[in-house]
DNA sequence: TGGTAATCGAGACGGTACGTCCCGTCTTAAG
DNA sequence: CTTAAGACGGGACGTACCGTCTCGATTACCA
C-alpha cells in the first residue's frame, strides 16, 4: 500500500489508469477464488484482466505485493474497528468480522499464499510485513492499550504477547488446514489472550 | 520410516539401495542448508545426490515427502523426550531441544517450507499431517496428559488448546521471519501453555 | 528531402521544429554509431533525443524511413559526383569517397541494417527502393553513358549490368562481415565493371 | 551442421530423438513457406511441430542456426554438383538446380533471412559463415580449378573473383528483391564470372 | 490578444516473443 | 531390471520493444 518499493521509485502513479487498475485488482481477486493462489499467476492475472503482463509489472514488483494490495482491500481496516468502550466487545467485534470476510471470500487463501510465499521471496515478505503486519497490528494493540487506561485490564498486561497470542493462532488455524475459523473460535482466542499474561 | 506410501504398495522396497537412499537424504539436507528450501529443487538434490531424478520420484511421490522424512530425521523424537515427573521440566527439556535443533541445522527452513508447499498442493499438505502433525503431538500431549493424572495439573485444563498453542506460536515465529527461537522464547510458551485454560 | 511520404499529406511539415527534426536525426545516428543498427530502437533514438516517441512516429511510418534519411544525410550526392571526362576517373572519384564516407561514420551499417529490415517489412523495402536505388543508380549509370557517348567504352556496353554488377559486390563485402572497403577494392569494382559486357 | 558452439560442448546428439529432430526441421520449413523467416519464431516453430520450446534451444542456440541446418536440408549439395568435364556446363548444372530450389521451396527466403539476422547477431552470422559460406564455396571453386587444370581457363584466371561475383550477383538479385533467379540469370552469371578476369 | 488547435515530452498501454527455469514423465545405454 | 543421465512437453517467469494511445504543458496561428 505504501508504495515504497525501491523500483518504482520513479513511478508517477497519478498516471495509471484507473480502469486498468480496478481490471488488475478485480480479476487477481477473481483469480484466487476460481482457481487458488498458486495458479493465480501473474500472466492469468493480466490475461483475465485483458491487459499486458507488463502493466502489472510496472505497479508491483511481484505477485506477493499486487495481492498485499487486493488482501488490504478485501479486509478494509474499517470494517474491522469499533469504538464500545469494552475490550471483549471491541475484539469480538474485530475478530467476528475478519472472519467474516475470511468466510466470504478468498481473503484467508490470500493469507495463507502469502505467507508461504514470504519463505523464500525477501520482497514477498517485506511487502508482507509492510502491507499486514505493520498496519494491521494497531486494530488489536490499541483496544487493549485503552482497556488498561480505563483500568478494565491490570497495568502489567502484556499487549504485545496477547495479540501475537491471537495472531498466531489465527494463522496456525489458516495453514493447518482445519476447520474454517468460526464464531467459537472468536471465544477462544479472547479469552486465551486475556489470560496471556497479567 | 520407510513405506509408509500407499502408492508403493507393489514395489519391493528392500530393492531400494540403502547407499543412494542415504545418499539422496544427505544431499536434500545440504540443499536446504546451502540454498534455501525452494531453491532445493529435486532437480537440484539428484545433481548433488548423483542419482536421477527418477530415482527420487520413484520412492518419494513429490518434494514435500522426501522433506518430511529429512525433518524426522533431523528432528528424532528421542531427543526430544524426558521423563521428569514434571511438566514443566518436561516441556522444557522439549522445547529447548528442538529450539537447539532449529538453531543448528535446516529443520526450520524444511518445517517452513513444508507449511508453505502444504497451501497448494494436497499431497503435500497430507504428508505434513502424516508425517509432522498427527505423530509430534503427543511429544507435547502426553506430558500434560501425565501431569493432569498426577495432579499437577487442574481436571479440566485442556491440553488440546494448550499444544495449539505452543505449536502454533512455534510456526508464527519461524514464519513471520522474527528473531529465532531462543531459550527465552521457551519460557513464555511454557508460561502461555500453562495459563490457557482452567 | 521532407515530405515525401504520401501519408502525412494532411500534414503541415511546416509546423514540424526543425530544432526537434535535427535532434532526432543527430541521435539516430549517433545511437548507430554507439550501439549499432538494431539496439538503435526508436524508443532508444527518442529518448536519446528527448523526444517522445510519437513525435518520431509522426514524421516517419517506421524505424527503415527515418534511417533512409539519415544515410542520405550521411551520403551526399553532391560529395560522390564529378565531372572529369574520363569514365575511370569518375567512378574511382565516386566508389572512393563513398567507401570513404563508409569508413569514416555509420552510413555503411545503415545501409546492411536497411537491406536486413527490408526483407521483411514491406514499408521498409520500399523506403529503400525509393530512397536508395532509384535515386543513387544515377551516380554509376550517368558517367558510363556519358562515356559511350564521347566513344570511351562501345556502343553495346551493358550499363546497367555494370552497375548491378558494383552494386551487388559492395552489398555482398558489407554484407559478408569480410574486411571493409578499401582502396583496393574500388579498382577491382572498376576493373570488373568494365569487363563486365562488351 | 558442425556443432561447434561452446554451450553445446557438453551435449550428446546421438540422445537426441530422431523424431523430434525431424518435426523440428519440417516445422521450421513450413513456417516459413506459409507465414515468412520473421514471423517463423521459434516459439511458433515449437508450437507447430508440437515441442516444447527448450528441445529447440537444447539443440540449437538461437533461431539462425536451426534455419541454417533448415537450408543445407533444402540444397543439399549433391543436388548440386555434377562431373561433366566442362567448367560452363557444370556451373550451368549448379546454378540452374540452385535456383529451381529456390523457385520449388522456402530456401531463398530462409537465405535471405539469415542474411538478415547476421547484421547483428554474431552468433547468426557465425552460424551462416560456418554453414553456408565455407562449406557450399567449394561447389563452385572446385569446377574452375579443374578447368584451369585442364587447360579450358587461363592460369592467372582469378578464381576467388569469379566465385565472389556469382554469389554477390545472387545475394543482390534475392535481397533488392527484383524478379526471382531464372535461367536467363544463369547464363549472365556465367559470362559475367569468365569474364571477371584473366 | 486571447482562444484554439496542433505539437510536444513523457510514458502507459495491449501485445508478441524472447530465452530461462523447473516441473514430473519418459527414454536410453551402461551395468 | 535398475540405474544415471538427461531429453521431453508444458507452463510460467520477468524483460524488451513494438506501434498506438492518453495525458498536461507548451507553442504558434488566427480571429
Redesign the pocket.
Known amino acids: 500500500m505504501a508504495m515504497t518499493q525501491r523500483r518504482l521509485a520513479?513511478?508517477?502513479p497519478e498516471?495509471?489508469?484507473q480502469e486498468?487498475?480496478e481490471?488488475i485488482l478485480d480479476a487477481a481477486t477473481a483469480m484466487v477464488s476460481a482457481r487458488g493462489y498458486r495458479?493465480a499467476?501473474?500472466?492469468?492475472v493480466a490475461a483475465r484482466?485483458?491487459?499486458?503482463?507488463?502493466?502489472i509489472?510496472?505497479?508491483w514488483p511481484?505477485?506477493a505485493a499486487l495481492y498485499v494490495e487486493v488482501y488490504a482491500a478485501l479486509v478494509p481496516a474499517a470494517r474491522l474497528q469499533v469504538e464500545a468502550g469494552d475490550l471483549t466487545a471491541e475484539l469480538r467485534h474485530c475478530l467476528r468480522q475478519l472472519f467474516q470476510i475470511y468466510r466470504e471470500g478468498p481473503a484467508a487463501s490470500i493469507l495463507v499464499g502469502l505467507i508461504a510465499d514470504a519463505q523464500d521471496e525477501p520482497a514477498a515478505a517485506e511487502a508482507i510485513r509492510q502491507g499486514l503486519i505493520v498496519g494491521r497490528r494497531a486494530l488489536l494493540l490499541e483496544p487493549m492499550r485503552q482497556a488498561i487506561k480505563r483500568g478494565q485490564l491490570p497495568e502489567d498486561f502484556d499487549c504485545e504477547r496477547a495479540c501475537d497470542l491471537i495472531v498466531a493462532l489465527i494463522w496456525y488455524r489458516l495453514l493447518s488446514g482445519q476447520r474454517g475459523p468460526d464464531d467459537d473460535f472468536v471465544e477462544t482466542l479472547i479469552d486465551m489472550a486475556l489470560r496471556s499474561s497479567g
Open positions: 520513479g513511478r508517477r498516471r495509471r489508469s486498468k487498475y481490471a495458479a499467476t501473474v500472466e492469468a484482466a485483458g491487459v499486458g503482463k507488463q502493466t509489472y510496472r505497479w511481484n505477485k
